[in-house]
Nanobody
């Protein structure tokens, strides 16, 4: 069974950091792109960042540029999202997804995880 599992979410104060993990099982990420998305209450799901595993090419939403960093560990079949300088507006459920293209569009991905909650609050 092919699946993605996110972890690493939690409660953090403004200005703090979190590292999210997206672990794949049942398939290898080697020939996929992995994207991170988020959905805040009452808002649409939006793309945050993506990485194309074989080339390590990346893309970021404007809101994430300079604060977030996406990376991968091929040996662990896992992708990470390092989030620094977190703001209250970063509060959302964060999802990872795997697809054939590194884009921030929702409909380009085949596999989705269940999400992990990130709350930025003092």
């Amino acid at each position: 069974q092919s699946q993605l599992v996110e972890s690493g979410g939690g409660l953090v104060q403004p200005g703090g950091s979190l590292r999210l993990s997206c672990a794949a099982s049942g398939f290898t990420l080697d020939y996929y792109a992995v994207g991170w998305f988020r959905q805040a209450p009452g808002k649409e799901r939006e793309g945050v960042s993506c990485i194309f595993i074989s080339t390590s090419s990346t893309a970021y939403a404007d809101s994430a540029e300079g604060r977030f960093a996406i990376s991968r560990d091929n040996a662990k079949n896992t992708v990470y999202l390092q989030m620094n300088s977190l703001k209250p507006e970063d509060t959302a459920v964060y999802y990872c997804a795997a697809g054939r293209l590194c884009t921030l569009g929702l409909y380009d991905y085949e596999y989705w995880g269940q999400g992990t909650q990130v709350t930025v609050s003092s």
